[in-house]
């Protein structure tokens, strides 16, 4: 049960309202295949706008790894209702590989623990490789039914080190929106 909270080196910066715009590029950045992977159908352009039209920035968590420009390169959306809260993830294909989902779904558990949810949950496509990598990497339980599965994950309650190192994490993806360091994540 318990999971590690130990602050990533991958500066990860937590979206607001005022990211909308930001976070609507991300999404349609991704082509139909990985859309389809993402949301677990197609999804037009359009679809992805009320999509981001109707987050509630303020009850669910979103952060994301950036470029040097600022640019939304991995996301992670906390929906956060009475139940399991339940994360969805999405990189870009040009920064796969560098560790941001698993950095983000570490940002995601710490941001959960800290309020008292006491599980998260993953519902993908059985072929989402990536997240089902990712689930099994943070000994997530996967249940499969033909071709979707669930991963959940049963959180620890929160310590001190799990509010110090949300703390930092925050301060560092401040840093990192106002230009005071560059973000750890570089893409070409």
């Known amino acids: 049960m318990p999971h590690a909270t130990t602050p990533s080196p991958i500066s990860t910066v937590r979206l607001h309202a005022l ?11 991704l082509d139909v295949e990985d859309r389809r992977l993402r949301f677990g159908s197609g ?19 979103l952060f994301a790894a950036q470029d040097d420009a600022l640019r939304l390169l991995a996301v992670v959306h906390i929906a956060m209702g009475s139940g399991p809260a339940e994360m969805g993830l999405s990189v870009l294909p ?6 941001l989902g698993n950095a983000l779904f570490g940002r ?26 990712i689930a099994r990497k943070n000994r997530m339980r996967v249940a499969r ?11 620890a309650p929160a310590t001190a080190d799990s509010f110090v190192n949300e703390w930092l994490d925050d301060q560092r993806g401040r840093a990192v929106q106002a230009g005071f360091t560059k973000p750890a994540a570089r893409v070409p």
């Open 43 to 61: 999804i037009s352009d359009e679809g992805l706008r009320d999509y981001v039209r109707r987050i509630d920035f303020e009850r669910d968590g």
């Open 145 to 155: 039914h033909g071709t979707e599965s669930d991963a959940r994950l049963e959180l």
């Open 19 to 29: 990211d909308r715009a930001a976070l609507e590029t991300h999404f349609i950045r």
């Open 94 to 99: 040009e920064a796969r590989g560098r560790g």
């Open 108 to 133: 995601a558990v710490t941001f959960l623990r800290n309020r008292g949810v006491a599980s998260v949950f993953m519902h993908c496509l059985t072929e989402n490789a990536a997240i089902m990598h």
